[in-house]
């Protein structure tokens, strides 16, 4: 069977091009088609003689990730559909803004942690992204961000269908490709990683030495109600975490995020911002209060503008560092917490 050729690293690439009797150049040339000019099929190298090629074709293939379908959204936030080469579908996000463009990622194909509140979270997980489908993603989403907006990708966020932290190695080689100057060479400080709380993971992550930022999607800080709506905390609970981000913090110096998206009748009374005060003072942190995003499956509401500034008050007023985000692409199903891998007809 065929390799893909973008799970060699440039040392297993030039070790083949040595095997064949090539120069050492050759491995230099063809990586960088490869990654800094992100072709999706071994004729667009111009550089590299014909018999090379045709060995390359023999001996290798380029599975692509295909654009399946875009949909955008009255505020210019565009959602995809892509097809990997199995035939499987996730989706991304390009969101613009005045101050950033940012692309939304996937990293599994389905989830497996069945958050109540989450659409991702009622499918399957069928599989895990290699680390090229993940880089990917940011390629073809920084191409229509270029094409529509004129602007680059400033920022990527690993907050797309699936977990990042279990799916670990490949989305840490996926960082390692974006950040390279031999690659994408965009800064890891511009990314981050969002997970539901892998405990272990996140003490891991910090040790890699990446520079990115992380993001723990919370959404409640007492055991019990994050529980219902998580059943990843009956495994990973407030304790572990808040070990877990403290590791992080003294060892990578960057401020965790804390993800809250305010659900009425469930987290966005007094009682629980003053909880969520509790845990967030153990450790230097930013929080972000989300809007919630309604989604076919569940029977959740979000709150309204007003109780979400009471909310924040609350977490203002004992000098935590707030940020109210704004729903963005709800009319596409693009928002946080929407995404379903769905094919429009």
Request: proline letters at 3%; a neutral charge; glycine letters at 4%.
């Amino acid at each position: 069977m065929k390799k893909e050729i973008r799970l060699l690293s440039q040392l297993d690439l030039a070790t083949y091009i040595n095997s064949i009797g090539e120069p050492k150049f050759r491995a230099s040339q063809i990586y960088d088609w490869i990654w800094k000019k992100n072709i999706t099929h071994f004729d667009q190298i111009k550089n590299v003689p014909k018999s090379v090629l045709e060995k390359l074709k023999t001996d290798f293939v380029l599975n692509a990730v295909q654009e399946h379908s875009r949909q955008i959204s009255k505020d210019k936030t565009i959602k995809f559909v892509f097809t990997l080469h199995d035939g499987a579908n996730i989706e991304g996000v390009l969101i613009p803004t005045s101050k950033r463009m940012t692309a939304c990622v996937s990293s599994q194909v389905g989830c497996s942690l069945d958050c109540k509140f989450c659409a991702t979270g009622y499918l399957q997980r069928v599989r895990n992204l290699t680390s090229y489908e993940i880089v990917d993603q940011v390629v073809l989403i920084n191409n229509v961000a270029k094409e529509i907006y004129g602007i680059p990708l400033s920022n990527i966020v690993y907050m797309g269908m699936g977990e990042p932290l279990l799916n670990y190695k490949n989305v840490v080689d996926s960082i390692r490709t974006i950040s390279s100057p031999d690659a994408l060479g965009m800064s890891p400080k511009r990314i981050t990683v969002s997970t539901a709380g892998i405990a272990k993971m996140i003490e891991k992550l910090a040790d890699e030495g990446l520079k990115n930022h992380l993001a723990l999607s919370l959404h409640a800080a007492n055991n019990i109600k994050r529980s219902a709506i998580m059943p990843i905390n009956e495994s990973n609970d407030l304790e572990s975490l808040s070990n877990a981000l403290i590791y992080w913090y003294k060892t990578t110096g960057i401020r965790p995020t804390l993800e809250y998206c305010v659900i009425e009748n469930i987290n966005a009374g007094e009682e629980e911002a003053h909880e969520l005060v509790r845990f967030a003072k153990q450790f230097p942190c930013k929080i972000n209060l989300i809007e919630y995003n309604a989604i076919e499956k569940a029977d959740f509401r979000g709150v309204n503008y007003n109780q979400i500034d009471d909310f924040a008050a609350i977490l203002e007023e004992n000098n935590l560092i707030v940020n109210i985000r704004r729903s963005r692409g709800r009319d596409i199903d693009a928002a946080c917490g929407q995404l379903a891998g769905k094919i429009e007809s």
